[in-house]
């Protein structure tokens, strides 16, 4: 139980295009998700939390106009990556808690490498 | 503000090796301390967690204690196997909401 997808796994785009990045709960209902960002050999950053049928809650230094996330139903998040440049390159990963999986733990998405060109 | 810190790898390790990987944190108050595993490619595991001081965590073969005297999380496995090579991190997550704050990271790489 409490499996959490990402869809897609790895995508390449061109400068100045945009990319979306499915978060899916695929047995559980997850009232709060949560975006990272992971750089080569380098630790989580946290980017943003979304609570279902919220606004999400960016970090601090996150350009929310940039990472455009939006949690509308429990099982679905996505991550819009808005005119993407070669910086935007890295694995970004969800989490996921609430329901029967309980909100005391996040359950994690296999991430997605996106690649800019 | 919270935080981890844990040894900087690579730990490099031949198969049947004990791994000890330190972790330390500085948090006020009672956090949930966590072990994840990121094997190659994939995202993160939960390996293992503990919730209160002197709580061990195990999971596979890897324990951890949480020592709120010295603020400790540290992971050890008496004798890994080739496939125990991944990145692992030490996380907090406060009491009050879900936010976790991870440490950097140690790679561990067993050879056979």
């Known amino acids: 139980g409490a499996v959490v997808s990402q869809h897609p796994s790895r995508v390449i785009c061109k400068s100045g295009t945009s990319v979306k990045i499915e978060c899916r709960s695929l047995?559980?209902?997850?009232?709060?998700m949560f975006w990272y960002r992971q750089f080569p050999k380098q630790s989580l950053m946290l980017m943003a939390t979304?609570?279902?049928?919220?606004?999400?809650?960016?970090e601090q230094g996150v350009e929310k106009d940039k990472f455009l996330i939006n949690h509308a139903s429990l099982t679905l998040s996505t991550l819009t990556v808005t005119s993407a440049h070669p910086e935007d390159s890295s694995f970004y990963i969800c989490?996921?808690?609430?329901?029967?999986?309980?909100?005391?733990?996040?359950?994690f998405g296999p991430g997605t490498r996106l690649t800019v060109l | 503000g919270d935080s981890v810190t844990q040894m900087e790898g690579p730990v490099t390790l031949s198969e049947e090796a004990f791994l000890t990987i330190n972790c330390t944190y500085t948090?006020?108050?009672?956090?949930?301390l966590f072990w994840y595993v990121q094997y190659p490619g994939e995202g993160l595991q939960l390996l293992l967690k503990?919730?209160?001081?002197?709580d061990k965590g195990s999971n596979k073969g890897f324990e951890a204690t949480y020592r709120k005297e010295t603020t400790s999380f540290h992971l050890e496995k008496g004798s890994v196997q080739v496939s125990d090579s991944a990145v692992y991190f030490c996380?907090?997550?406060?009491?009050?909401?879900?936010?976790?704050?991870f440490g950097g990271g140690t790679r561990v790489l067993v050879k056979p």
């Open positions: 989490s996921a808690s609430g329901g029967l999986a309980g909100a005391n733990e996040q359950f």
């Open positions: 047995d559980f209902q997850a009232t709060t």
């Open positions: 979304s609570n279902e049928g919220s606004k999400a809650t960016y």
């Open positions: 948090a006020t108050g009672y956090p949930s």
């Open positions: 503990a919730t209160k001081a002197d």
């Open positions: 996380a907090l997550k406060k009491a009050a909401g879900n936010k976790l704050t």
